[in-house]
């Protein structure tokens, strides 16, 4: 008995390689100008990260992760960065927080607003929804085949696909916080008059913000874990680390690079999450950290000169 499969076939990778190739002849050009913008942004963070001397960017960073996030965490961020250095990886590191951050930055501005729409309508929701479950699903390296031949090879490259791959969790994530927020806080925020505007960001996001904090941190998470594949289409920073240490067989370079992604990884995991819970928390963000003990001591001596008048 003939095999039906076998008689009869569906020849989807021609129509995709036929619609890719079109884009490429058709459309290159208007994907190609888009390497203009995003490597602006990339290199001015790179360089910005670069310019600053480790022995003032671990006092600042320790400052803004107390800041942020706490005392510990101030400390364990500091101490990991310190840790970087020393294992010689210091401008890898760097490279690497600014392919983070650039990606970070364009899966917020692109995501949120989508999470916001699809929170909106119930039909942009269920026409996201198939299409987030195939950017979630689909390997990574699917993603790089196009975007190779639309934009080339490099760190803009590696951003684009490391957005696709990473974008989903941001949109999701927002779209569900929306969702959640109490419909009688809605009605009663709109009865007192306020815009839907005023609505959306007086208390809806506010209310949303630890959900939102959680897609945030999410994306992160993946847009590191994409460093390392992202290498292959000739990405800088510590994935390429990873990538030389497999093709030379050298062990000791490719755990390098790994342990320093993980280090990375558990201070941006730390900083995301300490926010995602002070989102709720209704202490001003002055009484805390540096800044409110800079408040403290300046009241204190006000209040002694005070006295001492």
């Known amino acids: 008995m003939p095999d039906i499969f076998d008689r009869y076939h569906i020849p989807l990778d021609g129509w995709i390689q036929t619609a890719l190739d079109y884009l490429v002849q058709e459309y290159r050009s208007i994907f190609y100008a888009i390497r203009g913008p995003v490597g602006a942004i990339l290199d001015g963070i790179e360089t910005a990260l670069l310019a600053v001397p480790p022995l003032l960017f671990l006092p600042l960073l320790f400052l803004l992760c107390w800041q942020i996030a706490g005392l510990r965490i101030g400390i364990f961020a500091a101490v990991a960065m310190t840790f970087l250095g020393f294992i010689g990886v210091w401008d890898e590191a760097m490279t690497t927080i600014a392919l983070v951050l650039t ?126 594949y992202a290498s292959m289409i000739a990405v800088e920073g510590l994935g390429q680390m990873v990538l030389r240490g ?40 002055r009484e805390r950290g540096p800044v409110g003990v800079c408040l403290r001591l300046t009241q204190r001596r006000g209040a002694q000169t005070a006295r001492a008048s």
Do not use: K
């Open 246 to 285: 497999i093709g030379r067989l050298d062990m000791g370079l490719a755990a390098v690079g790994g342990i320093a992604i993980v280090v990375l990884a558990m201070i941006i995991d730390r900083i995301t999450q300490a926010a995602a819970s002070s989102t709720r928390d209704r202490t001003n963000w």
């Open 103 to 228: 990606s970070v930055l364009f899966c917020v501005v692109i995501g949120v607003p989508l999470g916001i729409w699809a929170a909106r309508s119930d039909r942009v929701e269920a026409a996201l929804r198939p299409v987030l479950d195939v950017m979630q699903t689909m390997p990574g390296f699917v993603y790089m085949v196009p975007v190779v031949m639309l934009v080339g090879i490099g760190n803009v490259p590696g951003i684009i696909v490391t957005v696709i791959f990473a974008l989903p969790p941001v949109i999701r994530l927002t779209n569900l916080g929306l969702r959640e927020v109490p419909p009688d806080v809605l009605e009663a925020a709109r009865a007192f008059g306020a815009s839907e505007t005023r609505v959306l960001f007086r208390v809806q996001i506010p209310l949303a913000g630890r959900t939102i904090m959680a897609g945030v941190n999410q994306t992160l998470m993946m847009v590191l874990s994409m460093v390392v």
